[in-house]
């Protein structure tokens, strides 16, 4: 391509070959080195020292371990970059030479194993990559470019403790704020849509107090264990039988624990649950139907003391900016093949990225980055096996380094010039 022809993109893009051996070593050690959720400190440390060499103002400490980079370049709009960082406790089974080998205390004091599971090693990659090449070409574009390093998406708290940490009055409002997941679909291929992205979702404890007793007496007890297993099989019907058809919930059981012994009835039970949904009406109604039939239970077992119901987390729905999407796709679709960007369907994954736009009433775009060996893709979807691949938060998800690496670069870029080059 001439000179003449090269677009702003073009000329930022033209670096990537020579800084992509960097990156990749900078996702190995990340991915070596996962840190848990607000405690990214080494990950933080990494991001702002890439941001300084850079050129950018950096803000460390923002939110605890968010790191926020500007980079002035002349009047013009501002465009938010916004990467997450923390780990899982999982146990990583890839088999890479890079592997996490990692341990940490989570926040209830417990050992755990620590994995970038969900694929935040290399969003932070793909940042660093786009902020050092929008530097490099500054001639190429004008406004200001923020780029955001966000701890504990996982927990979703990580948005809302740079937002209290006065993230809307320390830097500037941004006229668009853009962001990205690396998911299971064949690396290399983009999707995005206007609307509603990804879901919203609740994280639930639930509590079941009975009385223990030998195992040998029953007859002495109220069994929390028989309660919590009852209370797990009724919750199943809340999807099937009071939920419409059209109506998308999932509704997850990730956590029954009850008792230490074979020989012991416990005294209770927890039960931990996970609620996905894309209506605030039908997440209301599912919400109630879960504290009814847990109430009722426990009511049925003769529990003498009521359930403890505790909210863990919540994260909105994120729902895409119709008119920047739009911008968006058409930027992707003039500089990539047509046949690598696509319309995406909502998926019930949540994120707390939207919290940014929705309360800084600036549109917001979120999109995906497959990162599946297309080879492997094809054949798992020939066989009818795409529900075999590893997913995000599976302890075998590891995207493939090429070209998943220089695709997240390259739509950070192409997106952020399409509002700079304005």
Request: aromatic share 6%; proline share 6%.
């Amino acid at each position: 391509m001439s000179p003449q022809t090269s677009t702003p993109a073009d000329v930022t893009l033209a670096n990537l070959g020579h800084l992509l051996p960097d990156l990749q070593t900078l996702y190995k050690d990340i991915h070596a080195h996962p840190e848990l959720s607000m405690q990214e400190n080494r990950t933080a440390g990494l991001a702002a020292d890439r941001l300084r060499a850079a050129g950018y103002g950096v803000t460390t400490g923002v939110g605890k371990t968010g790191v926020v980079g500007l980079l002035r370049n002349g009047d013009g709009p501002v465009v938010m970059l916004r990467a997450d960082m923390d780990a899982l406790p999982v146990q990583e089974d890839t088999g890479l030479p890079y592997a996490s080998k990692q341990t940490s205390t989570d926040r209830d004091g417990n050992t755990v194993p620590v994995m970038h599971a969900c694929g935040h090693d290399m969003h932070v990659a793909w940042l660093v990559g786009a902020a050092t090449l929008l530097a490099e070409a500054r001639a190429e574009w004008h406004g200001t470019l923020m780029a955001v390093f966000q701890p504990a998406e996982e927990t979703a708290e990580g948005a809302r403790a740079m937002i209290d940490d006065g993230l809307f009055h320390r830097f500037p409002k941004p006229n668009v704020v853009l962001g990205q997941h690396v998911m299971t679909a064949p690396a290399g291929l983009i999707g995005s849509r206007q609307g509603v992205v990804t879901s919203s979702a609740d994280s639930l404890q639930i509590r079941l107090f009975g009385r223990g007793a030998h195992g040998s007496m029953p007859q002495a007890s109220i069994d929390p264990v028989v309660m919590a297993a009852a209370t797990v099989m009724r919750l199943q019907t809340i999807v099937s039988r009071e939920v419409g058809a059209m109506d998308s919930v999932v509704i997850t059981i990730g956590a029954l624990q009850a008792g230490t012994k074979e020989n012991v009835i416990p005294g209770e039970a927890l039960i931990k649950l996970n609620v996905r949904t894309f209506d605030e009406t039908v997440r209301k109604r599912v919400l109630a139907a879960i504290k009814r039939i847990v109430n009722a239970e426990a009511s049925a077992s003769g529990a003498t003391d009521p359930p403890e119901i505790t909210t863990l987390d919540h994260y909105d729905l994120v729902t895409n900016d119709p008119e920047a999407t739009r911008r968006i796709g058409n930027a992707f679709r003039h500089h990539f093949p047509a046949d690598r960007v696509v319309e995406a369907r909502p998926t019930t994954a949540s994120e707390d990225f939207g919290s940014f736009g929705a309360e800084w009433n600036s549109p917001a775009v979120f999109w995906f980055v497959g990162g599946t060996d297309p080879n492997l893709y094809a054949k798992a979807k020939a066989d009818g096996r795409l529900g075999e691949l590893p997913t995000n938060h599976n302890p075998r998800f590891a995207p493939v380094i090429n070209p998943t690496l220089e695709t997240g670069v390259e739509t950070l870029v192409v997106a952020a010039l399409a509002w700079l080059t304005a």
